[in-house]
């Protein structure tokens, strides 16, 4: 499996982006798919997650109600909505995919197989 990250950049707080990742190599709906962050000098920490059918999501509480994931199986792709952004939603943003055989909470990074290059996400103030 290989991930490919897009779609950040730059936003003035209060505004809004989404971030894509596309997956390429083996069946895309065997595996549960993870957003996860890392500003400078922190560590990665989770952002949301979803399900292989995209039945369930999971978030951080740092982003409840401001950013959506999903998923599209016929494309392959995984989406990051984020909404009312704030600087502190700083970071690089990486997507991970994970098979759905691994243990583990959807925030735990080792349940994940595959990671992708990260797109930044820089929110101005």
């Known amino acids: 499996v290989q991930l490919q990250a897009s779609g950040g950049g730059l936003v003035q707080a209060g505004g809004s982006l989404r971030v894509s990742c596309a997956s390429s190599g083996r069946t895309f709906n065997g595996y549960n798919m993870g957003w996860f962050r890392q500003a400078p000098g922190k560590e990665r920490e989770f952002v949301a997650a979803?399900?292989?059918?995209?039945?369930?999501?999971y978030y951080a509480d740092s982003v409840k109600g401001r950013f959506t994931i999903s998923r599209d199986n016929a494309k392959n792709t995984v989406y990051l909505q984020m909404n009312s952004l704030k600087p502190e939603d700083t970071a690089v943003y990486y997507c991970a995919a994970g098979s759905v055989e691994n243990r583990g909470t959807y925030d735990y990074p080792a349940k994940y197989d595959y990671w992708g290059q990260g797109t930044q996400v820089t929110v101005s103030s």
């Open positions: 979803i399900n292989w059918s995209g039945s369930r999501t």
